[in-house]
């Protein structure tokens, strides 16, 4: 199969990530159908969708006519079989749940073509937690997307033990056409790259926090204006090498025996889970969100942000 060969996607998911799959390859002017469990599920994320397009439009990322054009690419059904039953190639994009995966996995395997590839957006799983069951190990691969799909450039492409050149290429080809960057990873780890590099940070944030050697807002603004404003145009090992490696590794040698090594999230993080608090989508986390600013409000000012990095990083 090739590049010119794929008409037809499908995203089995509409939650954050699904619904921003969705839309980014409709934008790529694909025709996409969305599956979830129910129809609240999926009328909510087609609200979303609505909603982040019309953020593209304010951004002038797109035009109000192009905003029509990829709603009516996008169909939705609560039928699997049918939402993929004409598919060229599949996304599963559904909780990180491996029961959940790999009935999803053995079912795709079942209704769909047999050239369709099938991949996992999974963030920490590997296909061979969930893929078992599945007999084209050839076409499946893991698209590890990051949120906010639609606005973040990279995807991480993995492939799993069986996972063939062809497939891995028509993946990277078909994510640079819905004008994403792939990155193939060289070997199959949990995590990947960038959760793996995230949880490390997360763990030393979390840990400077519960010991309050700084607040919560303080600590975003460090990073944002430090290492975020860097490595938003640098990335950690260019930044070592323009600072010096022989500098990097005398701090790494005084920091590294004192810096969190902990296997588990903070106590106060997981009393804050217990108490229900977490973060936008209650109202309440690290910060509190007032209605006036609440989930809408906050991923749209988010999204525009995100959009003006875009542009640059295009430029």
Known sequence: ???????????????????GIALTYAWGGYQVALNDINETVLANAMGRIR???TTLVE???????????ILSRIT???NLNQAVKGADFVTEAVSEN????RKIFADLDTFCPQ?????SNTSSLVLRDFTDQARRKDKLVITHWMNPPHLVPVVEVVRGEGTSDETTELACALLKKARKVPVTLKKEVPGFVINRVQYALLRE????WQRGVASAEDIDTIVRGS???????IGPLETSDLGGLDVFSIVAENLFKDISDTQEPPKELKEMVKAGNLGLKSGQGFYKYSVGRGPDSKVRERDRKHMQLLKLWYS
């Open 1 to 19: 199969m090739k590049l010119t060969d794929i008409k037809n996607i499908s995203i089995i998911g509409a939650g954050t990530m699904g619904h």
């Open 51 to 53: 909603d982040d397009l």
């Open 59 to 69: 951004g002038e990322l797109i035009s109000r006519e192009a905003m029509g054009q």
């Open 76 to 78: 939705t059904t609560t």
């Open 98 to 101: 491996i029961p959940i995966k």
């Open 115 to 119: 050239h369709t590839i099938l991949a």
């Open 205 to 208: 944030v979390w840990s400077l």
């Open 227 to 233: 290492l975020g404003f860097r490595w938003a145009a």
